[in-house]
């Protein structure tokens, strides 16, 4: 059988080939529209058993698959497989894109919605049936016969401009390297850079030190490397990545262009001024003005704190480092320099006290005591030697599983993410268990050590296991709604970003610290310096978020086609920003959210989220204030219950006014932000 159809189990990551993938999906996608010419004939009838629940189960089939494929082109971007990733492409985006617009199977979901059977449907299933008839509309169901080859079109394109902007950018990425042959180069770094460096060097036959413009090499150079050169001339290979100052075969200027026109062109078929609106229909937010309004008013009150950050980092460059011009490249560095004078301690030197084992086990502690719930190690085929596996476990049941891919390597797309491979629903079977890909680039193990995160990448882990457990821990049997499925986009990063949280929690951090060479916990007094430093430059990295959130929201929804996006950039720069980088600086080449990802007109969700996550938190800090400890079983079961189980079965601000009690509150996040 090929691997990639059989859904028995968990996918078969020892079996899969590239050669598997046309196939496979091709077959799943002939079986697909073979069911939905039955369908759709005038004497199937319009009931939830007889229509939707088998034009679900062959949906589910095709996207697991697809999902296989998909995940592999992000982890594993060797040639075999972006070749069949993209070879299918076109054809699985023709599939969805004639789904959303296929009249009949329009018909018949609005002939259910209006027949006696949908007042007897569970709340889940009605809410599966809105959002659907929604969906039709947004995929052009209702379109002139005319204007639909077009729309389809449209669809196709976009997602082939999506795949080819990341392949860009990890191509570009992956391209350069800065080489360093004498110790004065690597001064200031830390020891396990350096050796990262040096081991890069010796697999590529030369001396010295290599460093990349990967997360783990890259992020350390511009935060620690005394040698101004190098930081320059690293922050402008990163800042011009997959730009015209590169390769013109990876320039994602014009693949920009194309997006930006395809995503108007289709807001214009569908009725909507511009492309923000038809983003945001789906959404809690109403209107971009709504959004404009929230993330300027966010602006105003962080601006103050902003420009206090930068005139302190000013000040002290100046007196501290003689450096009267602060430029792009030394404002980490500085910033780091000046938060070590400050609070007395370094980010390398808190590092040493997060070795990967131990921050897996005080991860695991804290889901276990929220949540009630086990975690175990697990055995499952991988697509790389370095994946793990877990179980999830409640009374000795099994709930569901998930991959951990921590490390960064060059065949894998950077940042951090979560993907569902397995979606909880209820089957002939039986339910059915969810299973997860949590992925991160992180700095793997260097001569024979354990691998020691950073602070920033502990919470980076946490926010990734927070999206992972609200579709792990979902008690919803509806696919369309289960776990992450259906939620609000602008809500769907609350799980993520509240679990962050506990990363700052001292009894957390007890469970969760132990020094890589001397295995004593964090102490006291560099726990406090580091609450102290918590809030350092919030106001200057709230701006830069609102930068980004602001850019996204006017770019589709003001900027009109062909206009120049760099401009508008350097426009909202001037509005909010309180760092200006040079003129050649390219930010939007290598924006991958918004245009190859899933947030486009819709980046503001990261702020909008935190303000629901800071909320929520304050609920275990009250409860911390009662009992002493903000792990408190009692709420967490309530978040359980009213946040992450429900998933997208009822609107977010219902989930959250179910938890809180009451309408979320900006107050939290500008107390957490140190900005109230």
């Known amino acids: 059988m090929n691997p990639l159809l059989d859904f028995s189990g968990l996918p078969r990551f020892d079996a899969v080939t590239p050669d598997h993938v046309?196939?496979?999906?091709?077959?799943?996608?002939?079986?697909?529209?073979?069911?939905?010419?039955?369908?759709?004939r005038e004497e199937t009838p319009a009931t939830w058993t007889g229509f939707v629940q088998p034009l679900?189960?062959?949906?589910?089939?095709?996207?697991?698959?697809?999902?296989i494929v998909g995940h592999l082109h992000s982890v594993n971007d060797v040639p075999a497989w972006r070749e069949a990733y993209n070879a299918m492409l076109p054809e699985v985006s023709r599939f969805y894109a004639e789904l959303g617009q296929n009249l009949a199977l329009f018909a018949k979901f609005k002939a259910l919605a209006a027949s006696p059977e949908y007042a007897i449907l569970s709340p889940a299933r009605r809410r599966i049936l809105d959002n659907d008839l929604?969906?039709?509309?947004?995929?052009?169901?209702?379109?002139?016969?005319?204007?639909?080859?077009?729309?389809?079109?449209?669809?196709?394109?976009?997602?082939a401009l999506a795949a080819k902007f990341s392949e860009n950018l990890l191509d570009a990425t992956n391209a350069h390297a800065e080489w360093v042959e004498d110790e004065k180069g690597?001064?200031?770094l830390p020891a396990d850079v350096v050796a990262a460096a040096r081991a890069a060097a010796e697999k590529d036959?030369?001396?010295?030190?290599?460093?990349?413009?990967?997360?783990?090499?890259?992020?350390?150079?511009?935060?620690?490397a005394d040698d101004r050169?190098?930081?320059?001339?690293?922050?402008?290979?990163?800042?011009?990545?997959?730009s015209e100052q590169g390769r013109p075969e990876w320039d994602n200027g014009p693949l920009i262009g194309k997006i930006l026109a395809l995503r108007a062109e289709e807001a214009g078929l569908l009725g909507y001024a511009n492309y923000a609106e038809v983003s945001l229909v789906p959404k809690m937010a109403s209107t971009p003005a709504e959004v404009a309004a929230f993330l300027r008013e966010l602006a105003a009150k962080a601006r103050p704190h902003a420009e206090r950050d930068m005139a302190e980092l000013r000040e002290f460059a100046a007196k501290e480092l003689n450096l009267a011009a602060l430029e792009s490249w030394d404002l980490s560095w500085v910033s780091e320099k000046l938060k070590q004078a400050r609070y007395a301690f370094s980010d390398d030197e808190v590092k040493q006290y997060f070795p990967e084992p131990r921050?897996?086990?005080?991860?695991?502690?804290?889901?276990?005591?929220?949540?009630?719930?086990?975690?175990?190690?697990?055995?499952?085929?991988?697509?790389?030697?370095?994946?793990?596996?877990?179980?999830?476990?409640?009374?000795?049941?099994?709930?569901?599983?998930?991959?951990?891919?921590?490390?960064?390597?060059?065949?894998?797309?950077?940042?951090?993410?979560?993907?569902?491979?397995?979606?909880?629903?209820?089957?002939?079977?039986?339910?059915?268990?969810?299973?997860?890909?949590?992925?991160?680039?992180f700095p793997g193990p260097v001569d024979g050590k354990v691998a020691t995160f950073s602070h920033d990448d502990v919470i980076t882990l946490f926010h990734e296991c927070g999206h992972g457990l609200h579709h792990l821990l979902t008690r919803v049997d509806e696919l369309s709604v289960s776990g992450i499925h259906g939620v609000e986009w602008d809500a769907v990063e609350l799980p993520s970003q509240f679990m962050e949280n506990f990363c700052w929690d001292w009894a957390v951090l007890q469970k969760m610290t132990a020094h890589v060479d001397s295995a004593r916990p964090l102490p006291r007094d560099l726990y406090d310096k580091m609450i102290a430093a918590k809030n350092f430059q919030s106001g200057m990295q709230t701006q830069r978020q609102i930068e980004f959130s602001l850019f996204d929201l006017l770019l589709h929804g003001e900027l009109p086609p062909g206009q120049d996006f760099m401009q508008l950039l350097a426009t909202v720069r001037r509005e909010v920003a309180v760092v200006i980088p040079p003129a050649w600086q390219r930010f939007p080449q290598s924006f991958s959210h918004i245009f190859a990802g899933g947030y486009a007109a819709g980046y503001y969700s990261y702020k909008w989220a935190e303000v629901l996550s800071a909320d929520a938190f304050e609920a275990f800090e009250e409860a911390g204030r009662r009992s002493g400890a903000v792990l408190?079983?009692?709420?967490?079961?309530?978040?359980?219950?009213?946040?992450?189980?429900?998933?997208?079965?009822?609107?977010?601000?219902?989930?959250?006014?179910a938890f809180r009690g009451r309408e979320p509150r900006v107050d939290a996040l500008l107390r957490h932000n140190g900005m109230n």
């Open 205 to 224: 036959g030369k001396p010295g030190w290599k460093f990349t413009l990967h997360a783990p090499s890259y992020i350390p150079v511009m935060q620690y």
């Open 134 to 159: 929604r969906d039709f509309r947004l995929s052009g169901a209702e379109l002139p016969e005319a204007d639909k080859p077009r729309f389809q079109a449209i669809q196709e394109e976009l997602a």
């Open 359 to 441: 921050v897996l086990d005080g991860l695991f502690h804290v889901i276990q005591t929220l949540f009630g719930v086990s975690l175990e190690s697990d055995s499952a085929p991988t697509w790389h030697p370095d994946v793990r596996f877990f179980r999830i476990l409640r009374d000795g049941k099994l709930v569901g599983q998930f991959y951990l891919d921590l490390y960064a390597r060059e065949t894998k797309r950077g940042g951090a993410w979560m993907d569902d491979a397995i979606s909880r629903r209820h089957t002939a079977s039986g339910v059915q268990t969810p299973v997860a890909y949590l992925n991160c680039n």
């Open 632 to 657: 408190d079983a009692a709420t967490g079961s309530r978040f359980l219950d009213e946040v992450l189980a429900v998933g997208g079965s009822r609107p977010a601000l219902e989930s959250f006014k």
């Open 56 to 67: 679900t189960d062959a949906g589910e089939r095709l996207s697991r698959a697809w999902g």
């Open 186 to 188: 690597v001064a200031g």
């Open 22 to 40: 046309a196939p496979a999906i091709r077959e799943l996608l002939e079986q697909n529209r073979a069911l939905i010419q039955t369908l759709t």
């Open 229 to 242: 050169d190098l930081r320059a001339r690293m922050y402008r290979a990163y800042a011009t990545r997959a």
